[in-house]
């Protein structure tokens, strides 16, 4: 059986719709000017961006919100990891001082959460710190991890929600949001999590979200939470 990807990418602006920008065709067309991500891509030992990959960070480097819709096993991690150590290198400082946390990944289960901080930490960047927060963890010793102070906090929603309402953690300097795997998310019923969460987060953030599947539950999560995004859709067309 061969495999082929389909690609469609689509601006959800209303009214005039701005250019697609054009993929990434190879590693350094997105990060020629940050050598410290061209090193961990080398020493992964990546050969060239996956389709969702090279859609994707031409998007969400120009600081557009993005629905990034593919399969499990594309790269979708580092599809918004990478653009998203950018912005947080990008943001004014206060003080010479980084505004912390700057970047919130949520997502639906605890292994998930130890996925994405393994990505974070294997091609961390700058010395940014990241934190991982959820349900079953040890409570305690999260707390004390982000009182340390944190740039990225990659959490499940229940967990960072009663955090949140005990005043462990701020998110008013978060402007990177990312919701990976919101179909999972939604179906696991986290939704009033995530809108309690997503009340404290800077309005004027950059958020991306990710999903395996585009039903109309994703679609209107998408229309509540993301500012005239756009949408990079990889499905595979059995040959
Ligand atoms: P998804 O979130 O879409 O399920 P992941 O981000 O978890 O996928 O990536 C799946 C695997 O592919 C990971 O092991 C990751 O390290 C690897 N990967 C990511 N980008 C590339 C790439 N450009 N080339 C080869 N492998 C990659
Ligand atoms: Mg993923």
Redesign the pocket.
């Known amino acids: 059986r061969k495999e082929n990807f389909n690609i469609v990418c689509d601006d959800l602006k209303e009214g005039e719709k701005r250019p697609i920008p054009n993929p990434t065709c190879a590693f350094a067309d997105a990060f020629q000017c940050y050598p410290e991500i061209m090193e961990n891509i080398k020493k992964a030992g990546?050969?060239?961006?996956?389709p969702i990959?090279s859609q994707s960070w031409p998007i969400v480097l120009q600081g557009i919100d993005l629905i990034g819709v593919?399969q499990?096993?594309?790269?979708?991690?580092?599809s918004y990891l990478m653009p998203g150590f950018i912005h947080l290198d990008g943001q004014p400082k206060v003080g010479g001082k980084r505004n912390r946390p700057g970047m919130l990944v949520l997502t639906p289960t605890r292994e998930l959460a130890i996925q994405v901080e393994a990505e974070c930490s294997k091609y961390s960047y700058k010395g940014l710190r990241s934190v991982c927060v959820y349900g079953g963890g040890d409570r305690d010793r999260q707390i004390e991890d982000l009182r340390k102070g944190v740039d990225v906090i990659i959490a499940t929603p229940g967990r960072l929600n009663d955090l949140q309402m005990n005043n462990f953690v701020n998110l008013k300097s978060v402007t990177y949001l990312v919701l990976d795997e919101a179909d999972k998310m939604l179906d696991m019923g986290f939704e009033p999590q995530i809108m309690k969460i997503l009340l404290d987060v800077r309005p004027d953030r950059q958020t991306i979200m990710t999903s395996a599947t585009w039903p109309y539950a994703v679609r209107r999560l998408a229309q509540s939470y993301l500012k005239e995004p756009m949408i990079v859709y990889v499905g595979t067309l059995d040959l």
């Open positions: 990546f050969q060239m961006p996956t990959q593919a499990t096993g594309t790269g979708k991690t580092l």
